[in-house]
């Protein structure tokens, strides 16, 4: 018998076999004994296993098993908690996008075209979060980067200068 | 509120209190299908230190995923689908140490089952219930992880092959494979213990 009817012969006593092939399966019962023989041998095997698993019993007592289990399920959840970063943990916060940003900036300036001629131009760039000077004789460019720290120096309020 | 009675609760109360926090509920659940957890890992993985320790790592995690139990299935059928994906977990691991594949073992000794002749005989007749159950066990470690695998999950926890295949990580058609195999196997060797003597 090839192994593809054995395997529908098998799905078919599982109840697996889909309703359009049970005939096959059906006509082949009726006409060859062999498949009979098989399908009564893996029925037998299935009814032996479901009804005969081994009655298995954990020899340790109670206690002992549960101390265990009682300890890892006690275990505080590990992880800072929210709002009490460390201070490296903080720097790495807010240092790391800035310079990802500056380093962004200064790539992206560079590889403008640059004007004809000599002189020195300002750039504001993306809404007054960093500006750059650049020196066409020297070939140099400085970044000035807009840290919130900075704003109120560079901007002062009105009642800012009046505390002044 | 009154004082639970764990030993007196259903299994659906204590899982309620468990969720709350209740670790005497848990305790009381663990008390009751220590045994059945166990042994399914013990099939599984066929030894007992790695069979304890499977089960109360499958305990830890159900209860830290005491939430996601919506209870649709009973709550010891969850518990052996939990410590089932662990054992699997572990025989990959092995797997892995050992460059011996649970997909692939064994595939080739499929035909040697499939040319056995036939066994006309029933394994259950003539012997003694403790007796059988005894030997099936025996059978069962003979039988390669992958073939005694899918044998546990189709003949013990009643899976459909297409759930076996998901929880395997392989078609449906090596599964269909592999329980013919297994099954064919399970029988020449209960028959060889049926042998007259």
């Not at chain 1, 006690?74 to 916060?93: D, F, H, I, K, M």
């Not at chain 2, 509120?1 to 609760?9: G, K, N, Q, T």
């Not at chain 2, 012997?127 to 999950?153: C, F, M, N, P, Q």
Request: aromatic share 6%; proline share 3%.
């Amino acid at each position: 018998m090839k192994e593809d009817l054995q395997l529908k012969l098998q799905a078919y006593l599982d109840g697996e076999l889909p309703a359009t092939e049970c005939p096959e399966v059906e006509a082949l019962l009726a006409q060859d004994a062999n498949a009979r023989a098989l399908l009564a041998e893996l029925r037998n095997t299935s009814s032996a296993l479901k009804g005969y698993e081994a009655d298995l019993k954990l020899s340790e007592s109670r206690d002992f098993y549960w101390s265990k289990i009682r300890r890892a399920i006690s275990q505080p959840v590990t992880g800072e908690p929210v709002g009490r970063l460390s201070l490296g943990a903080w720097l790495r916060r807010i240092l790391v996008p800035a310079g990802a940003f500056a380093a962004i900036t200064i790539a992206v300036l560079l590889a403008l075209p640059q004007p004809k001629g000599s002189g020195a131009s300002f750039t504001d760039v993306t809404d007054s979060v960093a500006f750059t000077y650049h020196n066409y004789d020297t070939g140099a460019t400085l970044v000035w980067l807009d840290y919130p720290a900075e704003n109120d120096v560079a901007t002062p309020n009105t009642d800012d200068t009046l505390d002044l | 509120m009154a004082a639970m009675d764990h030993s007196a609760a259903t299994d659906d109360a204590l899982v309620q209190a468990a969720r709350t926090g209740d670790m005497a509920a848990f305790e009381e659940l663990i008390a009751r299908h220590r045994d059945k957890i166990y042994a399914r890992a013990y099939t599984m993985m066929r030894n007992e230190d790695e069979a304890v320790d499977l089960s109360q790592e499958a305990w830890v995690k159900g209860w830290q995923r005491l939430v996601q139990f919506q209870g649709e299935s009973s709550f010891t059928t969850w518990m052996t689908r939990i410590v089932i994906n662990l054992c699997l977990d572990q025989l990959r691991k092995r797997k892995r140490q050992r460059a011996e594949s649970i997909e692939e073992m064994d595939e080739e000794s499929g035909g040697v089952e499939r040319q056995m002749p036939v066994v006309t005989v029933n394994p259950t007749e003539r012997l003694e219930r403790a007796e059988l159950r005894v030997r099936i066990d025996e059978a069962l470690g003979k039988l390669s992880e992958a073939h005694r695998t899918v044998l546990i999950l189709h003949e013990f926890e009643h899976m459909e092959y297409k759930n076996i295949a998901k929880t395997m990580n392989c078609s449906i058609g090596t599964v269909m494979s592999r329980l013919f195999y297994a099954r064919r196997k399970m029988a020449s060797l209960l028959q060889d213990l049926k042998q007259p003597e």
